[in-house]
């Protein structure tokens, strides 16, 4: 590996002359700096700047942006955990994180986290933007030189880092495809588009229905909007609409709010088996699943999502490495039978098989 000693030897001037004319500190003369650079780009030296901040005690702090752990079926506990894991793993190393919680239903509760994020001098972001044309101006706001990493949700043309998360169109031609492998035979399908309004949750719509209409299944599709943040009784209002639909088959549900139509289709006990898919390893949705209620879950590995996108913002920001600037995580397939294979183990998610 090549050091500032044997580029100071090349070179013929004293290891205090090449550190001033790699960090831009004191006098050089001109020749001396075209000559020191021109070897260090001979050679591919890269400065080590991991163990520069070391030596100067510098604390990195990056704040990370996302809806309430216990929103979504404590759907967010779940890149919580992977957040977690990856602070604890890079706590030697002089990084701190710092949560900002909003509530995704409620706008002024964004902007309420949008100023402390602004006054909280931190290092770098990483930011689940599920409300997305609220989180555009977020991102419009935020200064130039501060770094930040998406994930679980996509914003088009935000400058960011880099992107984590699942193909959302591909999830959604996937589940309809799968419905389609449940129910041959043509009958009504509905899907839960689930408020408030997000671009990864279009996105599944839109590959679902792609899917029905491109495939000649036949079935109808139709499309049910409903706010997981209402109540039971506007919610089963919802419920009791789709269940009404005459030649009901199946429900696709695009988040991980999937266990309260499971459970309501359950104690209306229909007569003709009605199939459930949805989104998600969260507690409710997984005991359903075993029990028969829902039929799949797609897994989007969202402690993956956490633990990645502070490992991200650690590679870009600490040592000033190149980051991946697309991330994606599997579409993984979670039934029944292979359910007890996939652990939730220190935030992070596996097929593992227990002993």
């Not at 650079?37 to 520069?52: H, L, S, T």
């Not at 408020?195 to 996105?203: R, V």
């Not at 879950?297 to 490495?321: D, K, M, Y």
Request: contains cysteine.
């Amino acid at each position: 590996m090549s050091t500032i000693k044997e580029i100071a030897r090349r070179a013929n001037v004293s290891i205090g002359t090449i550190d001033r004319v790699i960090h831009g500190r004191g006098r050089v003369s001109a020749k001396t700096e075209e000559s020191v650079r021109r070897i260090i780009e001979e050679i591919g030296y890269k400065p080590n700047i991991f163990a520069k901040h070391l030596r100067l005690g510098r604390v990195f702090v990056f704040g990370v942006v996302m809806p309430k752990p216990a929103q979504d079926g404590l759907y967010w506990a779940l890149p919580t955990a992977g957040v977690v894991r990856a602070g604890r793993e890079l706590k030697t190393q002089r990084v701190e994180i710092r949560f900002f919680y909003y509530d995704k239903y409620s706008v002024s509760s964004v902007a309420r986290v949008r100023n402390d994020v602004m006054q909280a001098g931190l290092d770098g972001l990483l930011i689940a933007p599920v409300l997305s044309r609220i989180f555009e101006d977020f991102l419009a706001g935020l200064p130039p030189a501060l770094p930040y990493v998406l994930f679980d949700s996509f914003i088009p043309k935000a400058d960011y880092v880099s992107y984590i998360g699942q193909d959302a169109f591909q999830s959604g031609i996937l589940s309809a495809r799968l419905m389609h492998l449940l129910v041959p035979q043509p009958g009504t399908l509905a899907v839960l588009r689930v408020l408030p309004e997000d671009y990864h949750i279009d996105d599944r719509v839109r590959g679902f229905v792609s899917y029905c209409r491109q495939s000649g299944c036949g079935h109808n599709v139709e499309v049910f909007e409903i706010n997981t943040h209402w109540g039971a009784e506007a919610r089963n209002r919802v419920f009791s609409r789709i269940v009404g639909r005459e030649g009901l088959r199946g429900v696709f549900v695009t988040n991980a709010s999937t266990h309260q139509i499971a459970e309501f289709l359950r104690k209306r006990n229909t007569e003709r088996r009605v199939h459930v898919i949805g989104y998600d390893l969260v507690d409710e949705n997984v005991r359903l699943l075993r029990e028969g209620a829902i039929d799949f879950l797609i897994s989007q590995r969202p402690e993956r999502q956490g633990f990645l996108g502070i490992q991200a913002l650690f590679r870009r920001v600490v040592l000033n490495e190149a980051v991946e600037q697309t991330i994606m995580m599997p579409i993984d397939i979670i039934a029944r039978e292979n359910v007890d294979y996939f652990e939730v183990e220190n935030g992070s998610s596996d097929f593992r098989r227990k002993k």
